[in-house]
């Protein structure tokens, strides 16, 4: 025979293996309260809780399928194994909450605060997170499939395991406790540092053609270059963008602020192939 139950208040109660015992159109609503129950293979279809609290509750290999929790609370709540199916979480809170190996699919979770819980290993295919507040809770190895996570605060949380795909990360800071390896196709920086110190870029600039007349040993030929943001001292690099011949030999220095003389000088006479050089300055 098939029972029914509505209205009802479950204190220490214990509902297992349920056989025929279903709670179909059961609406717990007011001062409703679940405290210290187990709940174990039991099916929970089309159900409604309203207002209500359940707390220390214990939900083991049962089904919840198109569920109505709203403006409830959940504390100490364990749900091992379960799984919840078309159920809409609205206005509620969800604290202390230990979620294993379950399965949520096709949920809706509408401004509902989810703190200090633990979330390990589930499959969350095709739900909504909206407006929700994740506080100082570990989710460990989820996989979540063609969901959306929108207006979400995430605060203190923990994600490890994870798999983020297609998405974009803004104003956080990533690797800063444990730095690790990273790979990118490109990166845009406002500035670098390497182990502490500041990677500043190279500056560069390409003189006017320098050389093309008869030196006489240790003679030479010069052209400067303006190169913003050179100061005496760095470190100048400069190329010939035509060799300048043998016994010919080049050098290059800052000179002034923002400015870079490059030499090229005979070593016996000779006369160097005029060229243009390309200036590199490090910072």
Known sequence: MKKSLALCVFAAANISNAG???AEMMFMAGATDMSGAS???????????????????SITGG??????????STSATNINGGTITGALFSGGSISGANISGGTISSVSFSGVTLTSAAVDNPTITNGT???????????SGSAISGGSITSAALSSVTVSGSSISGGSINNTAIGQTTPAAGSFTSLSAASLSLNGSPLLPVLSGTSGSIG?????????S????????????MA???????????????????????TVIVKVCALIA?????????????Q
Do not use: E, F, H
């Not at 997170?129 to 100082?136: E, K, R």
């Not at 093309?212 to 030479?220: D, E, F, H, R």
């Open 39 to 57: 709940i174990n293979n039991a099916t929970i279809t089309n159900s409604s809780m309203s207002g209500g609290s359940a707390s220390g509750v």
């Open 129 to 139: 997170m909206s407006g929700t507040a994740i506080s100082n809770a570990p989710i």
């Open 212 to 220: 093309g007349g008869l030196l006489v040993a240790g003679a030479c």
């Open 20 to 22: 025929a015992a279903y």
């Open 236 to 258: 100048v690099v400069a190329t010939p963008n035509t060799y300048p011949g043998d016994a010919s030999a080049w050098k290059a220095y800052v000179s002034a602020a923002n």
């Open 270 to 282: 000779v006369t160097p192939s005029a060229s243009t050089y390309n200036v590199r300055v490090i």
């Open 63 to 72: 089904t919840m399928a198109g569920t109505a929790i709203t403006g409830g």
């Open 222 to 233: 010069q052209g400067s270059v303006t190169i913003s943001g050179a100061s005496v001292g």
